[in-house]
Each structure stands twice: as structure tokens, then as C-alpha cells.
T-cell receptor
């Protein structure tokens, strides 16, 4: 079964607005990662947050993790047209494989100029 | 910056052919991965390699094999291509250190493979 699932599947906003994407997962994790994928390209790593962390920042990105709810959110502030991409969360499984990440199906973010 | 290079962006092959997809990384990473990405199914791990000549099966290894003769190069082989292997194939690499899953993965731009 899918470990990480993003919500919403698609999001359309205006430039300058904030975008929030959510990820829910089923089993306990060691860490959770967020990736971005521009159309027709590979994935780019954005942020890794460990299970003992609650919040992490990187530039205009803010990631939160709530292990009690088994969920994470990715906030992009002051969005730009260049942020248009698909965003994926990826999780491991506590006590499971030490190399296998499970990727969600992604949120397609469109930022309109 | 880490560079992961996949040999072809687009490839068209025929059913039954043996197909080789090549991936090279330039950052001396120990770990390399092959995924396929399909609409509605997301990314699925085909094979993982943690060292030269070492490999582990992922979630969907059937119909595929891999080769890692040199640290920087990881090849995916479709033994006898079938139409259900039409997909986007993504290669990734990561450092060792701690556990593999604690390291970010660096992806190539993918090979869009069509099997006719």
C-alpha cells in the first residue's frame, strides 16, 4: 500500500500567494523527504526532516512533521511562476528496509503569473 | 553539484529486444537506484546497488536486471522488452553514511522509453 500520499492532487495559485501541500503516511518513519519535479525532468531533493524534528526551513520552504498524525506539510511562501512543478513526499519505514523510499503520487502545483 | 547523467532522453524499441539504459554519476556516490515512473502509480523502485557488483531487488524487479561494474555507472537491462515496460525510467544516486534512507537522492533527467 502507498506509504506517502500527497494532498491535494493539484493546486493552482497566483504568483505571490503561499502554497501548502500535505503528505500522509501509514507506518512510523525515520525520516521524510520532499522532492520537486519539473515537467519532463528528474526529481530534485528539497528537504529532509527527521522523525524527532517538528519543523524545518530552507529559503522560502517550510516543512512540518506531526508524527502523532502521521502527516507532513510543505509550505512555499511568496510563490513564483518558476515554482510550477510536481511535489512529492518520500518516506522510509521504521524497522523496514534501510534503502527503500516510498514516493507518493505527488501534488501538481501551478503558479500563475 | 552532483550530476547524474542518463544516456538517452527518449528511446523507442521493439517488443522482444534487449534494451540497455545507462546511468553515470560524477560524485563518487556509493548508492545508485533505478525507478520507473508511471501516471497514477508514482515512482517505483526496480533495483538498488550499494557497491560495485552488489544489488538488491526493489518492488518491481521482474523483467529487469542490472549491472554495476564500476562505481560511477549503473545499467538497467530489459531482457526482452514488452509493451508494459513503456515508461519513464529515472536513475538516482546517494552517498552512504548512516543508513541509505537518511541521504537525499540525486536524480537524472530520465529516459522516456517506448516499446512498440
Amino acid at each position: 500500500s502507498q506509504q506517502g500520499e500527497e494532498d491535494p492532487q493539484a493546486l493552482s495559485i497566483q504568483e505571490g500567494e503561499n502554497a501548502t501541500m500535505n503528505c500522509s503516511y501509514k507506518t512510523s518513519i525515520n525520516n521524510l523527504q520532499w522532492y520537486r519535479q519539473n515537467s519532463g525532468r528528474g526529481l530534485v531533493h528539497l528537504i529532509l526532516i527527521r522523525s524527532n524534528e517538528r519543523e524545518k526551513h530552507s529559503g522560502r520552504l517550510r516543512v512540518t512533521l506531526d508524527t502523532s498524525k502521521k502527516s507532513s506539510s510543505l509550505l512555499i511562501t511568496a510563490s513564483r511562476a518558476a515554482d510550477t512543478a510536481s511535489y512529492f513526499c518520500a518516506t522510509d519505514s521504521l524497522g523496514g528496509s534501510n534503502y527503500k523510499l516510498t514516493f507518493g503520487k505527488g501534488t501538481l502545483l501551478t503558479v500563475n503569473p | 553539484d552532483v550530476k547524474v547523467t542518463q544516456s538517452s532522453r527518449y528511446l523507442v524499441k521493439r517488443t522482444g529486444e534487449k534494451v540497455f539504459l545507462e546511468c553515470v554519476q560524477d560524485m563518487d556516490h556509493e548508492n545508485m537506484f533505478w525507478y520507473r515512473q508511471d501516471p497514477g502509480l508514482g515512482l517505483r523502485l526496480i533495483y538498488f546497488s550499494y557497491d560495485v557488483k552488489m544489488k538488491e531487488k526493489g518492488d518491481i524487479p521482474e523483467g529487469y536486471s542490472v549491472s554495476r561494474e564500476k562505481k560511477e555507472r549503473f545499467s538497467l537491462i530489459l531482457e526482452s522488452a514488452s509493451t508494459n515496460q513503456t515508461s519513464m525510467y529515472l536513475c538516482a544516486s546517494s552517498l552512504s553514511g548512516g543508513t541509505v534512507i537518511n541521504q537525499p537522492q540525486h536524480f537524472g533527467d530520465g529516459t522516456r522509453l517506448s516499446i512498440l
